[in-house]
């Protein structure tokens, strides 16, 4: 596995963790009685709640495969369940002890969270992270209540992952590892902003379509649209975007409408036939040979769900359509991530095959 790149100096790391632990809310609990041992803190989540937790957390369930996929990159040796299987394809990058894990589904999306089971785990802290619904509060809050067991809130987006993997960093006790994931997410935004600052104006236009028969897309402004937006002129625009990872529902008449410049689908889309289909075939981007199909492994790169898989994505898309602008060798930063994220060695054969 690469080795990771060093972080700054140490002053300047403690700084930082300083700091990540004076946003996450941390202070120190009233202590127990005799018949109460255990040390314990308040931590102040995303939402604003202040929750009791262990000083030392041991056992960790995610509400989701959002959360899923942060902790697997933070902590998987602390998790106890799983919010979803992994496919065949994709157990390769997975660690044996969290592929045998207990699954319990997923509070947000499927709604399928099984609290009876995580309450039979016990775990010291269900993590929910990603996107705050309006009704966050009340949800962590019946989480608690269902289960007995604590439940926060760590809100992130494309933009605020970093400081996400720093405050998970705070409240697990992985503040280096944290910091290096913080990092990393920091310095690939930088990459996609720096290449876009060059481009300035000359967007292409762009779709990204999803579904067996390629009749959904990302609507722009929404939660699962954040890459999409920034690298293109995402023309989906909608009255209600879906926060849904199925997106909106459209028909060819309106993709043929819109016509843009370039078309990303969705791994398992209809990306391998639209070239002999006579009204995909007839728009721009197909005549063009502008059409892309998303990597995949272990999640799709553009998002479903819509987590750190992302940064991934940036990166491919933004060397696929601006190759002039993007300065950094893809492979080697696709390497990086996945050691550091994963904890797997990826090849340059492997890379190719994510590029077929």
Partial sequence: MKKLRRLAAAASVAAVLVASAAACGW???????????????????????????????????????????????????????????????????????????PVVGQFYGADNLNLETIASINPDIVIDVGEPKDTIAEDMDSIEQTTAIPAVHVTASLRSAPQAFRTLGVLLGREEKGEALASYCQRALGLADDAMARVGGDKVSALYCLGDAGLNVIARSSYHSEVIDLLTDNLAVVDNPSSKGIGNETDLEQISVWDPDVIVFAPDSIYGDVQSDAVWSNLRAIRGGRYYETPFGPYNWMGSPPSINRYLGMLWLTSALYPDYADYDLYEEVREYYGLFYGYDLSRDEFDAFNA
């Fill in 27 to 101: 202070r120190a609990a009233p202590a127990g009685g005799a018949e109460d041992p255990v040390e314990t803190r308040i931590f102040t989540d995303s939402a604003g709640r202040e929750v009791e937790l262990p000083s030392k957390i041991a056992k960790v369930s995610p509400s989701g495969p959002l959360a899923q996929m942060f902790l697997l990159a933070i902590a998987p040796d602390l998790l106890v369940s799983a919010a979803s299987e992994y496919s065949e394809e994709s157990l390769k990058y997975i660690p044996d002890a969290v592929e045998a894990l």
